[in-house]
């Protein structure tokens, strides 16, 4: 079976390596353009690209699929070698661009999508953080054949994993992306012999995973601790939940939901010990262990205490951008 593969981050490339050790044949893969990143911001190619590279696969980095769109030079160009590799299917994981009717309808099988999460619940751009953030006692993949609608395609195989109690967004994308990986082969090998049952969503239980924004990193000490620990571990490793006190932005990194320690205003200090810094919130309070100051590293309460002085009676403010 040939296989065209439109991905770019590592939760995609873990799905690149695992389709190419399988032996199947991948004459193009699709990633994005080359981003600056780092100090020097230089351009640096995806995980996926470095991955096709290494291994001598062609690559195509359209900025744009869409033939009437900004960049109809790109689509065109890529519209040839989707065409020329004459693919049986693709298969598609975070692959951050809108694919128009005609790539879902160019491979004989369609296009394939690796969705990190139980559909149809969190449909849409930030799934993984989403179930941590809400406190979703599991989450999973779905391998998803694709359509025109976001992320509403019929599923062609599920598989749910627990979602641990510390759990963050790093841990669990390094989990689904091993499962994803497993899942997408075992699809592809059901689709070569006919095995595969596609099942229509279901219309109750569809919610969305809008994607994350900046401007949610600020906690609102306002909300009760135990959704601010979900929010915490959601936003690791990105954006980040900050705090302000003593009129610095601060990154907490990890904290865990006790009950109330005595009274007090949200965001209160409410004891300080290299154990863990103790902050009340709307109901309950919150032991945060792991702080960072910007261009710091991150650091348990011990260590940031000696850089940084803390003292009950100082409070986070409620919001800030």
């Known amino acids: 079976m040939k296989v065209i593969f ?14 190419y050790a399988a032996g199947f044949l991948i004459p193009l893969v699709l990633t994005q353009p080359d981003r600056p990143a780092g100090r020097g911001m230089k351009l640096h190619a995806s995980p996926v690209k470095q991955f096709a590279q290494e291994n001598g696969i062609t690559v195509a980095q359209p900025r ?16 040839q070698a989707i ?10 994981a975070a692959y951050g661009l809108i694919l128009p009717q005609w790539v879902l309808d160019s491979p004989r099988l369609g296009c394939v999508n690796i969705h990190a999460s139980l559909l149809p619940r969190w449909r849409g751009a930030a799934p993984i953080h989403r179930a941590i953030e809400a406190g979703d006692a599991q989450t999973g993949v779905t391998i998803m054949q694709m359509d025109a609608g976001l992320d509403t395609g019929a599923m062609l195989l599920r598989e749910a994993v627990p979602i641990a109690a510390d759990e963050t967004t ?25 095995g595969l049952k596609p099942a229509t969503q279901p219309e109750e239980g569809v919610t969305y995973a809008h994607k994350i924004e900046k ?18 571990r959601a936003f690791d490793p990105f954006p980040g939940a900050t705090g302000v006190v003593a009129g610095e932005v601060i990154k907490l ?7 109330a320690a005595g009274g007090g205003a949200p965001g209160l200090i409410q004891g300080v010990a290299p154990e863990g810094l103790l902050v009340r919130c709307g ?13 710091g590293k991150r650091l348990p309460v011990a260590d940031f ?10 409070v986070f403010e409620s919001r800030s951008s």
């Open 64 to 79: 744009s699929l869409r033939l009437d769109g900004k960049y109809p030079e790109d689509a065109t160009a890529a519209k």
């Open 253 to 259: 990194w990890a904290a865990d939901a006790l009950p």
């Open 283 to 295: 109901s309950g309070s919150l032991c945060v262990t792991q702080l960072q100051r910007a261009g």
């Open 6 to 19: 439109a991905g770019t981050p590592d939760f995609a490339r873990a799905a690149l390596e695992r389709l």
């Open 215 to 232: 401007a949610e990193a600020a906690i609102d000490w306002s909300q009760p601790a135990e959704a601010i620990a979900r929010r915490i």
């Open 83 to 92: 065409e020329a590799a004459q693919a049986d299917v693709m298969v598609v």
């Open 305 to 314: 205490l000696r850089g940084f002085e803390l003292k009950p009676g100082m």
């Open 170 to 194: 790093a841990s669990l994308h390094d989990k689904l992306a091993a499962l994803g990986a497993r899942l997408v082969v075992e699809a592809l090998e059901l689709a070569a012999c006919g």
